[in-house]
């Protein structure tokens, strides 16, 4: 009986090991929190998560399609092949072709996407000519691969001086020959409310409370954070990249009824909940 409560005490002290994960969720097998599905490799991608290998026969594909969008920035397709998008269980086991993707500008990483359309705003796109890349990852963050490759598709992008594409310009640019008077700036997309949100040291001030909103409002979302983090919508699937110690600001139309979490990926914090009546 001794020998069996050290065996099983020192099972219990191990844990899950190799998971490649610190946050799965209950109920799944210790052999998906494992690695069951593929190989889990040792290696990892450029942002540091391990890939899971899996044979090319039936494996995951992506590819990455950017055009210009009609008022602001790009619309980018992701064309996917053996895999679908599953937003309610990441964080969860890594299960076959399952998971979401991560999108990077020359290697920065932009947002994390839950679905096959993603809207890039001209604003966060400096002059010049850089490449786009999408990456699957599992539920589990780890990095599907084939052949020792991460499975992702890239994409080649053009922003002009004015940081729109081919020249085209937003609407709080004024006309030709117009211009602001001297020492103002473009007035900013106006909205109902404004709600101020800092988050230090993995704390969010002030403390998530519950906006309420009527249908059809605006809201903007200003959010500084003391690291580089993402900030996303449930239920509307808006994504916002949050610069180290840079205010960045998400106006948002509430044309959904519900209650809605605002959130932060990396660090997993919730900021708020939009109540939309």
């Given at each position: 009986?001794l020998a069996l409560a050290l065996l099983l005490a020192g099972g219990a002290a191990t844990g899950c090991g190799g998971r490649a994960t610190t946050?799965?969720?209950?109920?799944?097998?210790?052999?998906?929190?494992?690695?069951?599905?593929?190989?889990?490799?040792?290696?990892?991608?450029?942002?540091?998560?391990?890939?899971?290998?899996?044979?090319?026969?039936?494996?995951?594909?992506?590819?990455?399609?950017?055009?210009?969008?009609?008022?602001?920035?790009?619309?980018?397709?992701?064309?996917?092949?053996?895999?679908?998008?599953t937003p309610d269980s990441t964080g969860g086991a890594a299960l076959p072709?399952?998971?979401?993707?991560?999108?990077?500008?020359?290697?920065?990483?932009?947002?994390?996407?839950?679905?096959?359309?993603?809207?890039?705003?001209?604003?966060?796109?400096?002059?010049?000519?850089?490449?786009?890349?999408?990456?699957?990852?599992?539920?589990?963050?780890?990095?599907?691969?084939?052949?020792?490759?991460?499975?992702?598709?890239?994409?080649?992008?053009?922003?002009?001086?004015?940081?729109?594409?081919?020249?085209?310009?937003?609407?709080?640019?004024?006309?030709?020959?117009?211009?602001?008077?001297?020492?103002?700036?473009?007035?900013?997309?106006?909205?109902?409310?404004?709600?101020?949100?800092?988050?230090?040291?993995?704390?969010?001030?002030?403390?998530?409370?519950?906006?309420?909103?009527?249908?059809?409002?605006?809201?903007?979302?200003?959010?500084?954070?003391?690291?580089?983090?993402?900030?996303?919508?449930?239920?509307?699937?808006?994504?916002?990249?949050?610069?180290?110690?840079?205010?960045?600001?998400?106006?948002?139309?509430?044309?959904?009824?519900?209650?809605?979490?605002?959130?932060?990926?990396?660090?997993?914090?919730?900021?708020?909940?939009?109540?939309?009546?």
């Amino acid at each position: 009986m001794l020998a069996l409560a050290l065996l099983l005490a020192g099972g219990a002290a191990t844990g899950c090991g190799g998971r490649a994960t610190t946050h799965h969720k209950p109920g799944t097998s210790h052999e998906q929190a494992s690695g069951g599905v593929g190989t889990l490799l040792t290696a990892t991608d450029a942002t540091g998560h391990r890939l899971r290998e899996v044979p090319a026969e039936g494996a995951p594909e992506v590819q990455l399609t950017v055009r210009p969008d009609s008022e602001d920035g790009w619309n980018l397709q992701l064309a996917v092949t053996n895999y679908r998008f599953t937003p309610d269980s990441t964080g969860g086991a890594a299960l076959p072709g399952a998971g979401h993707a991560h999108l990077e500008l020359d290697g920065r990483k932009l947002a994390r996407l839950y679905g096959p359309w993603y809207h890039l705003p001209a604003a966060q796109v400096p002059e010049g000519t850089h490449t786009l890349t999408v990456r699957l990852y599992a539920d589990d963050h780890t990095a599907w691969a084939v052949a020792g490759k991460p499975v992702e598709g890239t994409a080649q992008l053009t922003a002009t001086a004015s940081g729109q594409p081919g020249g085209h310009s937003h609407g709080d640019t004024p006309p030709p020959g117009q211009t602001p008077p001297p020492g103002q700036t473009p007035a900013p997309e106006q909205a109902d409310r404004t709600v101020t949100i800092t988050v230090r040291d993995g704390k969010v001030s002030p403390a998530p409370a519950r906006t309420e909103l009527r249908r059809g409002e605006r809201v903007a979302l200003r959010v500084t954070s003391d690291r580089a983090d993402t900030l996303h919508v449930h239920g509307y699937d808006k994504e916002l990249a949050l610069p180290a110690g840079q205010e960045a600001t998400l106006i948002l139309t509430a044309d959904r009824t519900g209650l809605f979490e605002v959130e932060t990926h990396e660090s997993s914090l919730v900021l708020t909940q939009l109540l939309v009546r």
